[in-house]
């Protein structure tokens, strides 16, 4: 059984200062919890400090986003090697808001995933579908495309250090959760295409974290489904508060 791996993904929230007494909250308040593991992605400028306050403590600093290049002439952009030298030991990759607002592809979220990999961060692929999709019956089939799609090329033995967030695209910042159940169907899903793909041994290590509308009333019910290994949070993450509920909750299971 792993222990539950609760992500929290500020977006563009809070402020340094904001974030910097979060983080030093959120490490004292954890000092003592072995039931779960902890993180958290501020925005990339917090970053430094962040990695700094929380560094020998167990907590996982992840960036939001990298591109798919290490270095060279992408005004405005940050590597994953850049990322991986502030202390960052987890990356966000495919975020449903990078996918629809910013336009990424599947082949560009394959090779940001690569380029995490070869700087030695462990990216947390979110994949999931629209409501029109979840309508139309397609969910399995646009997840399956998504998963086979972003985790081209990449060896068996790398596939273990991913992150897989399950993230229904419909459940993002609306309020609607997808029911324990559903969320856990897809997940087992999920876990079937790794299986075939890697081997038991390799799917049953890959933690599947579901994200979309996550919050303490619902933590308890969601991490009781067999396929739930985690939270990947938004809203609920960026105030101490319902995060440490959040937490405390999964430290249950
Ligand atoms: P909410 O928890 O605000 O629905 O956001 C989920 C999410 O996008 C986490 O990456």
């Known amino acids: 059984m792993k222990k539950p791996f609760i992500v929290g993904n500020w977006k563009m929230n809070l402020t340094l200062a904001e974030g910097v007494e979060f983080a030093q909250s959120l490490r004292n308040s954890l000092s003592n919890s072995n039931k779960i ?38 005004t405005g952009e940050i590597s994953a090697l850049m990322v991986k030298e502030v202390g960052c030991s987890h990356v966000l990759v495919g975020h449903s808001e990078r996918r629809h607002i910013f336009g990424e592809t599947d082949s560009f979220i394959n090779s940001k995933l690569k380029a995490a990999l070869s700087a030695n961060l462990k990216p947390i692929l979110c994949i999931g579908e629209k409501l029109n999709e979840r309508e139309d019956g397609r969910t399995k089939y646009v997840v399956k495309n998504q998963l086979k799609d972003n985790l081209r090329g990449i060896n068996a033995d790398r596939i273990k250090e991913c992150v897989i ?18 969320a856990n169907e897809v997940h087992a899903f999920i876990r079937g295409i790794l299986t075939g793909d890697y081997g038991e041994d390799i799917a049953d290590s890959v933690y599947i974290q579901y994200g979309g509308s996550v919050k303490p009333e619902n933590t308890g019910e969601l991490m009781a489904q067999p396929e739930i290994d985690g939270f990947l949070v938004g809203g609920a993450s960026i105030k101490l508060e319902s995060f440490s509920k959040i937490i405390e909750a999964a430290s249950n299971y």
């Open 165 to 182: 967030a399950y993230e229904p695209v419909w459940a993002i910042g609306t309020g609607k959760t997808a029911l324990p159940e559903q």
């Open 37 to 74: 593991i902890c993180g958290i992605c501020p925005p990339f400028i917090f970053l430094k400090d962040i990695c700094k306050i929380l560094e020998g403590s167990g907590i996982k600093v992840s960036a939001q986003n990298i591109h798919s290049e290490q270095r060279g002439a992408y």
